[in-house]
């Protein structure tokens, strides 16, 4: 099942998937040259595998580095990280920079302690992005969250999003506004995109509703912006 793809600066496309089996991330050229594999079809090997994903959901490509992001997953509950030119790894990590695990962590209480609740991503794992001054936007969607993160995994920040919403979470997707003082966060239970303050991770406005006609919206599930401003 195809689920996230993404352009790199070098027209390179890649593509993830969170079917079952999905334990990979695949490169191809613009034209759908094959280029290389992350991982392979098959069972998960865990949140702390080097090799093997786990139904990966988004992806993205640092461009001042090469590394290869990999929001992992609906499986996994870790964002990890790789060479973008040969797939070796790098790193990877989960919730506030820790060491991932997989065991349950229970039912999501709103009202729990964050550190003390949802020590752990909670599946999915939905979305990595990446803004110009280097900070990481990991979307933790059961845990209606987004949390940011240095590159190198050290934890900075957390922002909860409708905190109280239940079911499938409030962060679906994150993308930045061209000047990237802006983020825009796509939320499939409430159905609507919330406009934040990324300095200080405050919600400036929201837009859309529950429906099917002009400007509603029925499970947003991704958003990207473009450089002129606007949002898809």
């Not at 009202?111 to 280097?134: L, M, T």
Request: contains cysteine; charged residues 20%.
């Amino acid at each position: 099942t195809e689920h996230g793809i993404f352009v790199d600066h070098m027209d390179n496309v890649w593509i993830a998937g969170n079917g079952a089996d999905d334990s990979q991330v695949i490169k191809f050229s613009r034209d759908g040259t094959f280029l290389m594999q992350i991982g392979a079809a098959g069972p998960s090997e865990g949140s702390n595998s080097e090799t093997q994903l786990g139904r990966p959901a988004d992806i993205e490509v640092d461009p001042e580095t090469n590394e290869l992001w990999v929001a992992d997953g609906y499986g996994n509950r870790r964002v990890i990280v790789y060479d973008a030119a040969n797939g070796d790894y790098k790193r990877h990590w989960g919730a506030y920079g820790n060491t991932p695990d997989d065991d349950d962590n229970g039912g999501f209480d709103p009202n729990a302690d964050p550190r003390e609740q949802s020590p752990q991503f909670r599946s999915p794992v939905h979305c990595v992005r990446i803004a110009n001054d280097g900070l990481v936007y990991v979307c933790d969607r059961g845990n209606n969250r987004i949390q940011v993160f240095q590159k190198d995994g050290t934890f900075v920040n957390e922002v909860f999003i409708a905190k109280t919403t239940g079911a499938a979470g409030s962060v679906w997707d994150i993308d930045l506004s061209p000047d990237q003082v802006y983020l825009y966060n796509a939320d499939g239970v409430n159905m609507k995109v919330w406009i934040l303050d990324r300095q200080g991770l405050g919600i400036v406005d929201s837009f859309g509703r529950h429906g099917r006609q002009a400007g509603q919206f029925h499970w947003i599930h991704n958003l990207a912006t473009d450089s002129h401003g606007n949002i898809y």
